[in-house]
Each structure stands twice: as structure tokens, then as C-alpha cells.
């Protein structure tokens, strides 16, 4: 029987992080399960808080979204434990990619008996992400995000990629993949190790979070009514079909841009132009309890995933 940390932060999600987090202890030691909640004031007490519970074997449960889940993913890289995640967060959109369910029962379900998955991780700039960086049109549409708090959650990210479409506009990048220059005009530049973004977009539909590679996805040159299309069409992935859309795959990509352009990852700025993602695999991923995959009907527990091209470590 596994051992739990469930880590709530107060500062984010309010009163439902809090019930959510309690009643994901209870029905863990219903179980029959050691189970511990702490509810912290800052992300920097949550990573203390994990590195601790990592060095017990305790798997750690953040209970929040992606910003939650990016905060503590560096420390559990570092500390080789295990993540868990409750997500009840404003985008979910990591959770979303490994097939995490919503409903807190069956969150515990598969806490506890979910196969432990591996999964990748990108450093950059030294920092872990474990979703996505992106720049352009996207990282304006976090940024409007992070002001839209009036707002219902459901709401924001519509309305602030509308607005961020009404007022961008393309930009210069200069793009390396595994040491291959190109320069191109575009909206935006996604680098995913998650196929999911922006509350449930599926920006890159080929990336799996183990498959040790990163997507590159590029939104180029196009006009506005172009750009709402892609938008829209985002939601399926059926925007990779479209002539501005253009895809890579590398394990390190540089991006910087002419003028001053910041990146953000997983809903968060992480700062100006140029960065450098590096894709972490082997012995630097992060494995999750949560190993369900997806697919069609209901998601299942599962080892997950496909075996690795030879020469990967897993």
C-alpha cells in the first residue's frame, strides 16, 4: 500500500482546493492508506514540503492545475519521486494529456492502483516544465489570462485569445531544431511535450509525454480571420491541417526573435527571448501514479505507453 503527501496550495483555487484536498485524504485512508495533507502558503514551502515526502517514498499529490503540477515537477525530478496529481485547476491541460480523471473518487482510484508512469520532462533554462513553452500569440493570450480573473475560468482563455488575435501582430523567430537554423514569420511557436494547452487545445495531437522528443508547432504568417479559424479549429488538432501550420519534432530547440518577445510555459512567464528547451528523459523524468491512457470510451489503468526507439533509456 502506497504512502501519500497530499500538498494543497492556499494561494491558489481558494476553498474548493482545500475540500478537494481533504476529501482526497479521507477516501485514502478509507483505503486503508497512510495519507498526510498539508495546506501551504507558497509554492517555495510546497517543493520543501515534497522533497521531504520524495526522501519518505511517499508519492507527492498536487491538488490544483498546471501551475501547480510545473511548480513541483523540477523538485521531484531532483528527488526521483513520484507525482500525483487532483486536477481541479483552471486549464488541467497536463492531466488532460496523460488521461487523469475529474471526479475525485476516481482520482483515488487510480492513486492507488495506478502503474507508475515515466514521463519526460523539458528543461529551460535550467527551470522544469513539464507541458509546454511557447511564444507569440500564445504567451499574449496567458498573459491576458492572468489579468481575466473576473471572469469564469471557463471563459477566460476564450476571451483572452480573441483579444489577443484583435491586437498581434506576426513576428521574425529564428527557430533551431537539433541544430537546424530556420527563420520565419509567425504568430506563435509552441514547443510541447503535452499535446494539450490553453484549457484543452490540442496544439500538438502527435506529442506523447514519452515518447523522449518535443513537438514543434508553428502558426505562421496569416490574417485575422485565418488565425480565429486555427484557433477554433485547435480544440480537435485539426489545425496541424492548415498551409500556416507547419510541425517538428527535435530533443532541443532555441527560439528568439527580432524585437523583445517573451516565452511563457504552462500558463506561467518564464522570460524574454531567447530560450533554450532541452528534452529530459531517462533517469531525469518524473514519473506519475496516474498512468491512464487515452483513448476511446473511458480512460483505463494502464503501464502506458509505447516502448521507446532503441538507444532511449527508460
Same mark, same amino acid.
Request: proline share 4%; charged share 15%; aromatic share 4%.
Given at each position: 500500500?502506497?504512502?501519500?503527501?497530499?500538498?494543497?496550495?492556499?494561494?491558489?483555487?481558494?476553498?474548493?482546493?482545500?475540500?478537494?484536498?481533504?476529501?482526497?485524504?479521507?477516501?485514502?485512508?478509507?483505503?486503508?492508506?497512510?495519507?498526510?495533507?498539508?495546506?501551504?502558503?507558497?509554492?517555495?514551502?510546497?517543493?520543501?514540503?515534497?522533497?521531504?515526502?520524495?526522501?519518505?517514498?511517499?508519492?507527492?499529490?498536487?491538488?490544483?492545475?498546471?501551475?501547480?503540477?510545473?511548480?513541483?515537477?523540477?523538485?521531484?525530478?531532483?528527488?526521483?519521486?513520484?507525482?500525483?496529481?487532483?486536477?481541479?485547476?483552471?486549464?488541467?491541460?497536463?492531466?488532460?494529456?496523460?488521461?487523469?480523471?475529474?471526479?475525485?473518487?476516481?482520482?483515488?482510484?487510480?492513486?492507488?492502483?495506478?502503474? =507508475?508512469? *515515466?514521463?519526460?520532462?523539458? $528543461?529551460?533554462?535550467?527551470?522544469? %516544465? #513539464?507541458?509546454?513553452?511557447? !511564444? @507569440?500569440?500564445?504567451?499574449?493570450?496567458?498573459?491576458?489570462?492572468?489579468?481575466?480573473?473576473?471572469?469564469?475560468?471557463?471563459?477566460?482563455?476564450?476571451?483572452?485569445?480573441?483579444?489577443?488575435?484583435?491586437?498581434?501582430?506576426?513576428?521574425?523567430?529564428?527557430?533551431?531544431?537539433?541544430?537546424?537554423?530556420?527563420?520565419?514569420?509567425?504568430?506563435?511557436?509552441?514547443?510541447?511535450?503535452?499535446?494539450?494547452?490553453?484549457?484543452?487545445?490540442? =496544439?500538438? *495531437?502527435?506529442?506523447?509525454? $514519452?515518447?523522449?522528443?518535443?513537438? %514543434? #508547432?508553428?502558426?505562421?504568417? !496569416? @490574417?485575422?480571420?485565418?488565425?480565429?479559424?486555427?484557433?477554433?479549429?485547435?480544440?480537435?488538432?485539426?489545425?496541424?491541417?492548415?498551409?500556416?501550420?507547419?510541425?517538428?519534432?527535435?530533443?532541443?530547440?532555441?527560439?528568439?526573435?527580432?524585437?523583445?518577445?517573451?516565452?511563457?510555459?504552462?500558463?506561467?512567464?518564464?522570460?524574454?527571448?531567447?530560450?533554450?528547451?532541452?528534452?529530459?528523459?531517462?533517469?531525469?523524468?518524473?514519473?506519475?501514479?496516474?498512468?491512464?491512457?487515452?483513448?476511446?470510451?473511458?480512460?483505463?489503468?494502464?503501464?502506458?505507453?509505447?516502448?521507446?526507439?532503441?538507444?532511449?533509456?527508460?
Amino acid at each position: 500500500m502506497r504512502s501519500f503527501h497530499v500538498l494543497v496550495n492556499a494561494a491558489a483555487g481558494g476553498s474548493s482546493t482545500r475540500q478537494a484536498g481533504a476529501s482526497v485524504v479521507r477516501l485514502l485512508r478509507e483505503a486503508g492508506a497512510d495519507a498526510v495533507l498539508s495546506v501551504t502558503e507558497s509554492a517555495a514551502n510546497a517543493c520543501r514540503l515534497a522533497a521531504h515526502a520524495a526522501r519518505l517514498n511517499a508519492v507527492i499529490v498536487a491538488v490544483g492545475g498546471d501551475g501547480t503540477v510545473g511548480s513541483l515537477a523540477g523538485m521531484v525530478v531532483r528527488e526521483g519521486g513520484t507525482l500525483g496529481l487532483v486536477p481541479i485547476g483552471r486549464g488541467n491541460d497536463f492531466a488532460r494529456q496523460l488521461g487523469v480523471p475529474s471526479g475525485v473518487p476516481e482520482v483515488v482510484r487510480v492513486l492507488l492502483d495506478g502503474q =507508475v508512469k *515515466p514521463v519526460d520532462v523539458i $528543461d529551460v533554462n535550467g527551470q522544469i %516544465v #513539464v507541458g509546454s513553452v511557447y !511564444a @507569440g500569440i500564445d504567451s499574449l493570450t496567458s498573459e491576458l489570462v492572468n489579468r481575466a480573473h473576473w471572469l469564469p475560468s471557463r471563459l477566460q482563455y476564450p476571451f483572452a485569445a480573441i483579444r489577443a488575435i484583435a491586437t498581434h501582430r506576426s513576428t521574425r523567430y529564428w527557430i533551431c531544431v537539433d541544430g537546424v537554423d530556420r527563420v520565419v514569420e509567425a504568430h506563435t511557436v509552441v514547443v510541447a511535450n503535452s499535446g494539450y494547452y490553453g484549457s484543452g487545445m490540442h =496544439v500538438a *495531437p502527435t506529442a506523447r509525454a $514519452d515518447d523522449g522528443l518535443l513537438n %514543434v #508547432v508553428i502558426i505562421g504568417e !496569416a @490574417g485575422r480571420l485565418r488565425l480565429l479559424k486555427a484557433l477554433r479549429m485547435a480544440y480537435d488538432g485539426s489545425h496541424v491541417t492548415l498551409d500556416e501550420v507547419t510541425e517538428a519534432t527535435g530533443r532541443e530547440i532555441t527560439i528568439a526573435s527580432v524585437g523583445a518577445l517573451a516565452a511563457y510555459a504552462d500558463g506561467d512567464r518564464i522570460g524574454a527571448l531567447p530560450v533554450t528547451a532541452r528534452m529530459l528523459a531517462g533517469p531525469s523524468r518524473c514519473s506519475f501514479p496516474n498512468a491512464v491512457r487515452v483513448g476511446l470510451g473511458l480512460p483505463t489503468c494502464s503501464s502506458g505507453g509505447s516502448s521507446p526507439p532503441a538507444g532511449r533509456h527508460r
